[in-house]
């Protein structure tokens, strides 16, 4: 045939199809799942074979390794040594296996992840467990099939005396497939084992009367029934699994938690570390050491607490924050007759029962055939002793050992391997040969062929015999259980606020997202100059606080951001801090408009919104609680209508509250009404039109007051042209919402004043100028008069130099020595 007849073309679908399918299926029955049979994936299995090949068993010195891994890689598992070398190791770890199979000399790794030394350096053997799950392997029990290179049998299953996939679990990943089925107690397992053998349309239930739950080879505690009962029906289902642990009274009237058992797959050095961080970074108070005091006795993780800690409030932020409580996902999946399938609890009980059923029958089979086999001889021999003088005469006739055997064949009626046994008997045996010997033998052996043949004929004993070879593998291996199965529920009550210990602190919060607290020592102990935020930069919010606050901080976006004062950056005053970027994104343009602190967040307390393109709104502090996310995403306070719209301020205001609100826009429009005329609305509201804008006019802000103080109260006016103007807000009629208002500028034709910063305020204030220069003015109020409606002030500053009016501020300190810059408009 030439070569082109050949080549075929085939679309590349096809060809990665039908490549991948392939790979997959070896993957999947040849790699990385368990049989469901013997628990063993095929490089454990030829593992433990070919150690058993080798003599390398629990009763015969230990042997290096290296040796082992040689053996498996060269005969059965033409793989990397290291990952033979590795499968190894693992199936000698007692804290990965709760029954290992391999018992080793020498560094197997540890729980903390270190690695075992170099299989050099290691000495291996089978432990005595693993004989029962090779035992009569020779009695052809299990099918062989030749190995990669056709030079040597390999078993497709190991005759397995117990459960070991339940025992023993298993882990793996496989194409489209994953496992993860937990260890178990050998006892139970065996107990429910017969139990369903004894009784087979058990249901669940029945058999998690003896499998209470998974028993972990490192202990701890399972949180609950319900995720073992869905797993064990469908195979599939969640548990909480916790450390156990205590907590201990210490010198000075001091406590300590005491951690003895950890959860199963959980890296000890890493939960070490995790804990030691959470007490470096102080994200709870009162951990004053953390130890790994672990030795040969066994695990010990010390956590020493400060004097008057709650122990228990910070175990259960532990519990919650660190891998001493883990979910432990089932996915138990196996390969049961060639398929990968999801199995609960009865499947796999089930079909280790028929596979032992099988390696029974099979070598009963066996040993009937190999019994019979040496009846026919014994019977022979016994017959011989009675004509042994005719015997050798006949044999002494004959020409060689085949005409012999053809002789005794023909005379005496033997069958030919009667007659082979009696030519090849040595004459040696012929002066010892006890007859009474052999016919003690013959009636052993017919004891036994009646036995085999019983048993292969009768369910019932071929049961007994397996209930036996189980009983005996339980009294010899079984012990007690290590993981408690707890009723107790898996959700964790924290106090958070008992875990912050309560301090005055110094906060900073920037226009451009830093924030900081410092100790009141680092505050006091810097020039007011120095708070260490870039040049550009504007603080919305400095205050003198407890730990135990919470903030809300709103942007220019329409979006809120929680912190709890805790959990602020703690660094000195003089530093920058950290920014809002580090941890949630916010837009390049976004700024931080308004903080407001809050020593609790079930107050009775509306946020009130107004947009620059008329919208406004409330929304309740209740709607704007924060979420598990709220580190890593902001909230949304309110949705803005266009990406140019923006909030220009925000207000918390009383739940139930008789104010005014006065609006003022670019174009000098004022409305006035009451807040009440605002509805509540929900956090991703739009809300609802605050004025009626002419086009191109916008919103600049707005002014709250009680209206008792109505009288006194005064509007001061910057415009882009630079004049200043301050008059009653009195002077602004009281209307409904959302009507256009009334100037409060005189309009000009040519050069028409628009209003760019305003502040409301009683008497005596002095307010504090930024314009877009960064130059800062004063305007002493006192020193300019009350106009009407109509005017449009007196010029203060000249645009062309100092710039457009950005911000105004009341400069007046607060009675508490809070400078509070929040109230910028």
Not at 509 to 531: A, H, M, P, V
Not at 551 to 576: A, H, M
Request: aromatic letters at 6%; glycine letters at 6%.
């Amino acid at each position: 045939m030439a070569i082109d007849e050949r080549i075929r073309e085939m679309p590349l679908e096809q060809v990665m199809g039908e490549r991948f399918g392939r790979y997959s299926k070896y993957i999947i029955q040849e790699r990385a799942l368990p049989d469901i049979r013997d628990g063993l994936k095929p490089v454990q299995r030829r593992i433990l074979y070919a150690m058993y090949q080798d003599g390398n068993t629990y009763d015969k010195p230990f042997k290096k390794a290296a040796k082992a891994v040689g053996n498996i890689m060269g005969n059965f598992h033409p793989h990397g040594d290291s990952s033979i070398y590795g499968a190894l190791v693992r199936l000698s770890q007692d804290w990965h296996m709760r029954e290992p199979l391999i018992e080793m000399h020498g560094n197997n790794g540890s729980m903390d992840g270190d690695g075992p030394a170099a299989m050099r350096y290691t000495e291996s053997r089978l432990s005595k467990i693993s004989n029962m799950l090779l035992a009569d392997i020779d009695k052809d029990t299990v099918k062989m099939v030749l190995n990669f290179d056709d030079t040597e049998y390999e078993p497709t299953v190991l005759p397995a005396r117990f459960p070991n996939l339940l025992v023993n679990g298993s882990t793996g990943i496989s194409a489209g497939y994953a496992t993860e089925i937990p260890a178990h107690n050998l006892a139970e397992v065996i107990d429910a084992t017969t139990y369903l053998l004894k009784h087979p349309d058990a249901e669940l239930a029945d058999l998690m009367q003896f499998i209470k739950g998974p028993d972990f080879p490192t202990g701890g505690i399972v949180l609950g029934q319900k995720g073992l009962k869905e797993a064990y029906q469908t195979g599939r289902g969640r548990i909480q699994v916790r450390a156990k642990t205590s907590i201990e009274e210490i010198r000075g009237h001091r406590q300590e938690i005491v951690v003895t058992e950890i959860p199963f797959d959980v890296n000890k050095a890493m939960l070490v570390k995790k804990i030691d961080e959470i007490r470096v970074n102080r994200e709870i108070d009162g951990i004053a050491e953390v130890r790994d005091e672990t030795d040969r006795h066994g695990l010990s993780v010390v956590i020493e607490l400060k004097k008057d800690a709650d122990a228990e409030n910070i175990l259960n932020y532990l519990l919650k924050n660190t891998d001493l409580q883990v979910s432990y996902n089932f996915n138990m999946v196996a390969i049961d007759h060639m398929t990968p399938v999801q199995v609960g609890l009865k499947r796999i009980l089930a079909a280790y029962l028929e596979h032992e059923k099988e390696v029974v029958i099979n070598r009963t089979k066996y040993n009937l055939h190999k019994a019979e086999a040496r009846l026919e001889i014994v019977q022979g021999l016994i017959r011989v002793m009675d004509i042994l003088d005719e015997v050798i005469k006949t044999i002494r006739a004959s020409k060689n050992k085949a005409d012999a055997q053809s002789n005794l064949v023909k005379e005496f009626d033997f069958t030919k391997r009667q007659a082979e046994a009696i030519v090849s008997l040595q004459l040696y045996r012929l002066t010892n040969t006890d007859v009474n010997q052999l016919i003690a033998e013959e009636a052993d052996l017919n004891k036994k062929i009646a036995s085999y043949r019983e048993l292969l004929g009768d369910e019932k004993v071929l049961q007994k015999v397996i209930i036996k070879e189980l009983t005996a593998v339980k009294k010899e291996f079984g012990t007690p259980r290590r993981t408690e199965i707890s009723d107790e529920s898996a959700k964790i009550e924290i106090n958070e606020k008992a875990l912050v210990v309560d301090e005055q602190v110094r906060v900073l919060i920037s226009r451009d997202g830093y924030l900081k607290r410092s100790s009141l020592r680092s505050f006091q102990s810097t020039d007011d100059s120095e708070n260490g935020l870039p040049t550009g930069d504007k603080v919305v919010f400095e205050k003198t606080m407890s730990t135990l606050a919470n903030l809300y901080l709103f942007t220019s976006k329409g979006n809120v951001i929680y912190r709890p004062v805790n959990e602020l950056v703690d660094t000195k005053w003089k530093e920058t801090g950290q920014h809002l970027s580090q941890e949630l994104g916010l837009d390049s343009d976004e700024e931080i408009i308004r903080v407001f602190d809050l020593p609790d967040l079930n107050l009775q307390q509306n946020f009130l919104l107004a947009t620059n393109d008329g919208y406004i709104k409330q929304v309740k502090l209740a709607n704007l609680q924060p979420t598990r996310t709220y580190r890593s995403r902001a909230m949304t306070a309110i949705k803005l209508k266009t990406p140019e719209s923006r909030v220009v301020r925000v207000d918390m205001v009383p739940a139930d509250n008789k104010l005014e609100i006065t609006l003022f826009t670019n174009m000098a429009y004022a409305v006035r009404y009451d807040i009440s005329e605002i509805p509540e609305a929900g956090a991703k509201a739009a809300g609802v039109k605050s004025v009626n804008l002419k086009p191109d006019d916008f919103v600049v802000s707005y002014v709250l007051l009680d209206p008792k103080y109505l009288d006194g109260y005064r509007v001061g006016l910057l415009t882009q042209r630079g004049a200043f103007k301050q008059f009653k807000l009195s002077l602004v009629n009281k209307v409904s919402r959302a009507k256009r208002g009334v100037l409060v500028l005189r309009e000009l034709k040519t050069k028409p004043h628009r209003i760019a910063v305003l502040a409301g305020y009683g008497q005596n204030h002095v307010l504090l100028v930024t314009t877009s220069s960064d130059r800062h003015l004063e305007i002493n109020t006192n020193e300019h008069p009350l106009g009407d409606r109509y005017s449009n002030g007196s010029f203060i500053m000249e645009p062309e130099l100092d710039g457009i009016p950005k911000i105004i501020e009341l400069g007046k300190p607060l009675s508490d020595g809070t400078v509070d810059t929040s109230s910028l408009f």
